[in-house]
């Protein structure tokens, strides 16, 4: 999936899944449950949070 597939996807703009990718953004809730659906994932696989993650 292209970066512009899932930014449509989700509703949301290319940049912004760069941003994403980077790191330089955090989705909010609801925009990371669409990126999560859009790849028909728990939302756990697809974003983790904290240090000790692999």
Known sequence: MTQQQ???KAG??????VA???G???PSLELAF???HAFNLPLEE???YGANSD
């Open 12 to 17: 949301v703009t290319r940049q912004t899944i």
């Open 6 to 8: 899932l930014a449509d």
């Open 34 to 36: 669409r990126i999560a």
């Open 46 to 48: 697809v974003f983790f």
């Open 24 to 26: 330089n953004y955090s």
């Open 20 to 22: 994403l990718e980077k």
